[in-house]
Antibody, heavy 120, light 108 residues
Framework: QITLKESGPQVMKPTQTLTLTCTFS??????????VGWIRQPPGKALQWLGI???????RYSPSVQRRLTITKGTSKNQVVLTMINMDPVDTATYYC????????????WGQGTMVTVSS | SYVLTQSPSVSVAPGQTARVTCGGN??????VHWYRQKPGQAPVLVLY???DRPSGIPERFSGSSSGNTATLTISRVAAGDEADYYC???????????FGGGAKLTVL
Protein backbone atom coordinates (compact mmCIF):
# COMPACT_ATOMS: atom_id res chain seq x y z
CA GLN A 1 0.00 0.00 0.00
CA ILE A 2 1.49 3.30 -1.13
CA THR A 3 1.22 6.28 1.19
CA LEU A 4 2.74 9.75 1.03
CA LYS A 5 2.71 12.52 3.59
CA GLU A 6 3.90 16.10 3.32
CA SER A 7 5.44 18.03 6.19
CA GLY A 8 6.80 21.52 6.63
CA PRO A 9 5.92 25.02 7.81
CA GLN A 10 2.35 26.21 7.74
CA VAL A 11 3.10 29.93 7.78
CA MET A 12 6.00 31.86 6.39
CA LYS A 13 6.96 35.37 5.42
CA PRO A 14 7.67 36.74 1.95
CA THR A 15 11.22 36.18 0.65
CA GLN A 16 11.74 33.18 2.93
CA THR A 17 12.69 29.75 1.60
CA LEU A 18 10.14 26.95 1.75
CA THR A 19 11.32 23.44 2.53
CA LEU A 20 8.76 20.64 2.37
CA THR A 21 9.44 16.98 2.95
CA CYS A 22 7.47 14.14 1.41
CA THR A 23 7.78 10.94 3.42
CA PHE A 24 6.50 7.89 1.61
CA SER A 25 6.05 4.16 2.07
CA UNK A 26 4.99 1.22 -0.03
CA UNK A 27 7.47 1.85 -2.81
CA UNK A 28 11.13 2.64 -3.35
CA UNK A 29 12.61 5.55 -5.23
CA UNK A 30 15.40 3.23 -6.29
CA UNK A 31 13.01 1.12 -8.37
CA UNK A 32 13.26 1.75 -12.09
CA UNK A 33 10.56 4.06 -13.42
CA UNK A 34 9.34 5.43 -10.10
CA UNK A 35 8.83 9.16 -9.71
CA VAL A 36 7.71 11.50 -6.93
CA GLY A 37 6.22 14.82 -7.89
CA TRP A 38 4.86 17.97 -6.31
CA ILE A 39 1.57 19.64 -7.19
CA ARG A 40 0.05 22.66 -5.50
CA GLN A 41 -3.40 24.20 -5.34
CA PRO A 42 -4.01 27.82 -4.33
CA PRO A 43 -7.23 28.29 -2.36
CA GLY A 44 -10.21 27.93 -4.67
CA LYS A 45 -8.05 27.42 -7.72
CA ALA A 46 -6.92 24.63 -10.00
CA LEU A 47 -4.08 22.16 -9.61
CA GLN A 48 -0.61 23.38 -10.61
CA TRP A 49 2.14 20.89 -11.32
CA LEU A 50 5.50 22.00 -9.90
CA GLY A 51 8.04 19.31 -10.61
CA ILE A 52 9.11 15.71 -10.38
CA UNK A 53 12.14 13.60 -9.53
CA UNK A 54 12.67 10.09 -10.87
CA UNK A 55 14.45 7.05 -9.55
CA UNK A 56 17.51 7.89 -11.65
CA UNK A 57 17.63 11.47 -10.30
CA UNK A 58 16.25 12.88 -13.54
CA UNK A 59 14.13 15.95 -12.79
CA ARG A 60 11.54 18.08 -14.54
CA TYR A 61 10.26 21.47 -13.35
CA SER A 62 7.39 23.69 -14.33
CA PRO A 63 8.70 26.71 -16.26
CA SER A 64 6.66 28.97 -13.97
CA VAL A 65 8.73 28.08 -10.90
CA GLN A 66 11.87 26.58 -12.42
CA ARG A 67 14.17 29.38 -11.30
CA ARG A 68 13.03 29.06 -7.68
CA LEU A 69 12.42 25.35 -7.25
CA THR A 70 14.66 22.42 -6.43
CA ILE A 71 13.52 18.86 -5.79
CA THR A 72 15.94 16.38 -4.28
CA LYS A 73 15.96 12.98 -2.69
CA GLY A 74 16.10 13.17 1.07
CA THR A 75 18.79 11.82 3.31
CA SER A 76 16.36 9.05 4.20
CA LYS A 77 15.63 6.67 1.34
CA ASN A 78 11.90 7.24 1.72
CA GLN A 79 11.91 11.02 1.47
CA VAL A 80 11.81 13.68 -1.23
CA VAL A 81 12.45 17.33 -0.45
CA LEU A 82 11.01 20.41 -2.17
CA THR A 83 12.88 23.69 -1.78
CA MET A 84 11.40 26.92 -3.13
CA ILE A 85 13.22 30.19 -2.63
CA ASN A 86 11.88 33.71 -2.43
CA MET A 87 8.36 32.79 -1.41
CA ASP A 88 5.58 35.25 -2.19
CA PRO A 89 1.94 35.51 -1.08
CA VAL A 90 0.91 34.12 -4.48
CA ASP A 91 2.64 30.88 -3.46
CA THR A 92 0.03 30.38 -0.75
CA ALA A 93 -1.41 26.96 -1.53
CA THR A 94 -1.91 23.39 -0.46
CA TYR A 95 1.14 21.42 -1.57
CA TYR A 96 0.74 17.75 -2.49
CA CYS A 97 3.36 15.12 -3.16
CA UNK A 98 2.40 12.39 -5.59
CA UNK A 99 3.57 9.03 -6.89
CA UNK A 100 3.94 8.19 -10.55
CA UNK A 101 5.91 6.02 -12.94
CA UNK A 102 7.91 7.05 -16.00
CA UNK A 103 5.75 6.56 -19.04
CA UNK A 104 2.53 6.10 -17.06
CA UNK A 105 1.71 9.79 -17.07
CA UNK A 106 -0.82 9.76 -14.26
CA UNK A 107 -0.43 10.45 -10.55
CA UNK A 108 -1.90 7.39 -8.94
CA UNK A 109 -1.35 8.20 -5.30
CA TRP A 110 -1.47 11.54 -3.51
CA GLY A 111 -0.46 12.74 -0.09
CA GLN A 112 -3.05 14.46 2.07
CA GLY A 113 -1.51 17.84 1.29
CA THR A 114 -0.10 20.55 3.50
CA MET A 115 -1.31 24.14 3.49
CA VAL A 116 1.38 26.80 3.29
CA THR A 117 0.43 30.42 3.87
CA VAL A 118 2.81 33.20 2.88
CA SER A 119 2.00 36.48 4.59
CA SER A 120 3.83 39.44 6.01
CA SER B 1 2.61 24.70 -24.50
CA TYR B 2 -0.30 22.29 -24.50
CA VAL B 3 -3.56 23.60 -23.05
CA LEU B 4 -6.53 21.69 -21.63
CA THR B 5 -9.90 23.43 -21.38
CA GLN B 6 -12.74 22.35 -19.10
CA SER B 7 -16.15 23.93 -18.68
CA PRO B 8 -16.20 25.26 -15.12
CA SER B 9 -19.43 23.63 -14.04
CA VAL B 10 -21.68 20.69 -14.78
CA SER B 11 -25.05 20.08 -13.14
CA VAL B 12 -27.07 16.89 -13.16
CA ALA B 13 -30.03 15.43 -11.30
CA PRO B 14 -29.55 12.36 -9.11
CA GLY B 15 -29.74 9.13 -11.06
CA GLN B 16 -28.91 10.80 -14.33
CA THR B 17 -25.69 10.70 -16.34
CA ALA B 18 -23.05 13.42 -16.00
CA ARG B 19 -20.56 14.18 -18.72
CA VAL B 20 -17.46 16.24 -17.98
CA THR B 21 -15.48 17.29 -21.01
CA CYS B 22 -11.85 18.22 -21.53
CA GLY B 23 -10.71 19.96 -24.69
CA GLY B 24 -7.24 19.92 -26.19
CA ASN B 25 -5.63 19.93 -29.59
CA UNK B 26 -5.79 16.36 -30.94
CA UNK B 27 -6.37 15.13 -27.40
CA UNK B 28 -7.40 11.77 -28.82
CA UNK B 29 -3.72 11.11 -29.55
CA UNK B 30 -2.83 11.45 -25.88
CA UNK B 31 -3.59 9.43 -22.77
CA VAL B 32 -6.06 11.37 -20.67
CA HIS B 33 -6.29 10.95 -16.92
CA TRP B 34 -9.10 12.12 -14.64
CA TYR B 35 -9.08 13.06 -10.96
CA ARG B 36 -11.92 13.63 -8.51
CA GLN B 37 -11.42 16.10 -5.67
CA LYS B 38 -14.04 16.32 -2.96
CA PRO B 39 -14.08 19.43 -0.73
CA GLY B 40 -11.19 19.49 1.71
CA GLN B 41 -9.64 16.33 0.31
CA ALA B 42 -6.73 15.45 -1.93
CA PRO B 43 -7.47 14.52 -5.54
CA VAL B 44 -8.01 10.85 -6.39
CA LEU B 45 -7.27 9.24 -9.74
CA VAL B 46 -10.57 7.90 -11.13
CA LEU B 47 -9.59 7.12 -14.74
CA TYR B 48 -6.27 6.69 -16.49
CA UNK B 49 -5.37 6.20 -20.14
CA UNK B 50 -8.74 7.59 -21.24
CA UNK B 51 -10.93 4.85 -19.81
CA ASP B 52 -9.12 2.52 -17.38
CA ARG B 53 -10.31 2.47 -13.79
CA PRO B 54 -7.94 2.10 -10.84
CA SER B 55 -8.85 -0.45 -8.24
CA GLY B 56 -11.81 0.66 -6.17
CA ILE B 57 -13.35 3.02 -8.73
CA PRO B 58 -16.88 1.86 -9.64
CA GLU B 59 -17.92 0.93 -13.17
CA ARG B 60 -20.20 3.99 -13.18
CA PHE B 61 -17.08 5.95 -14.12
CA SER B 62 -16.13 5.63 -17.76
CA GLY B 63 -14.19 7.66 -20.29
CA SER B 64 -13.71 8.26 -23.96
CA SER B 65 -11.70 10.48 -26.25
CA SER B 66 -12.17 11.58 -29.83
CA GLY B 67 -10.75 14.39 -31.89
CA ASN B 68 -10.21 17.38 -29.63
CA THR B 69 -12.42 16.28 -26.73
CA ALA B 70 -12.10 13.75 -23.94
CA THR B 71 -15.12 12.92 -21.82
CA LEU B 72 -15.54 11.55 -18.32
CA THR B 73 -18.95 9.96 -17.95
CA ILE B 74 -20.53 9.24 -14.60
CA SER B 75 -23.69 7.20 -14.74
CA ARG B 76 -26.37 6.96 -12.03
CA VAL B 77 -25.02 10.07 -10.35
CA ALA B 78 -25.44 10.33 -6.60
CA ALA B 79 -24.88 13.15 -4.14
CA GLY B 80 -21.53 11.63 -3.22
CA ASP B 81 -20.25 12.31 -6.74
CA GLU B 82 -20.33 16.04 -6.14
CA ALA B 83 -16.76 17.18 -6.54
CA ASP B 84 -14.28 18.98 -8.75
CA TYR B 85 -13.03 16.89 -11.65
CA TYR B 86 -9.69 17.55 -13.34
CA CYS B 87 -8.34 16.15 -16.58
CA UNK B 88 -4.61 15.75 -17.18
CA UNK B 89 -2.32 14.65 -19.97
CA UNK B 90 1.42 14.31 -20.39
CA UNK B 91 2.80 16.76 -22.94
CA UNK B 92 5.44 14.74 -24.75
CA UNK B 93 6.93 17.84 -26.34
CA UNK B 94 7.88 19.36 -22.99
CA UNK B 95 7.97 16.08 -21.06
CA UNK B 96 5.72 17.67 -18.45
CA UNK B 97 2.15 17.10 -17.29
CA UNK B 98 -0.68 19.49 -18.02
CA PHE B 99 -3.86 19.88 -15.99
CA GLY B 100 -7.20 21.26 -17.05
CA GLY B 101 -8.77 24.04 -15.04
CA GLY B 102 -11.23 21.71 -13.35
CA ALA B 103 -15.00 21.33 -13.53
CA LYS B 104 -17.34 21.44 -10.56
CA LEU B 105 -20.00 18.74 -10.70
CA THR B 106 -23.16 19.72 -8.87
CA VAL B 107 -25.86 17.15 -8.13
CA LEU B 108 -29.16 19.00 -8.10
Amino acid sequence: QITLKESGPQVMKPTQTLTLTCTFSGFSLTTGGVGVGWIRQPPGKALQWLGIIYWDDDKRYSPSVQRRLTITKGTSKNQVVLTMINMDPVDTATYYCVHTRRGFGAFDMWGQGTMVTVSS
Amino acid sequence: SYVLTQSPSVSVAPGQTARVTCGGNNIATKNVHWYRQKPGQAPVLVLYNDSDRPSGIPERFSGSSSGNTATLTISRVAAGDEADYYCQVWDDNSDRPVFGGGAKLTVL
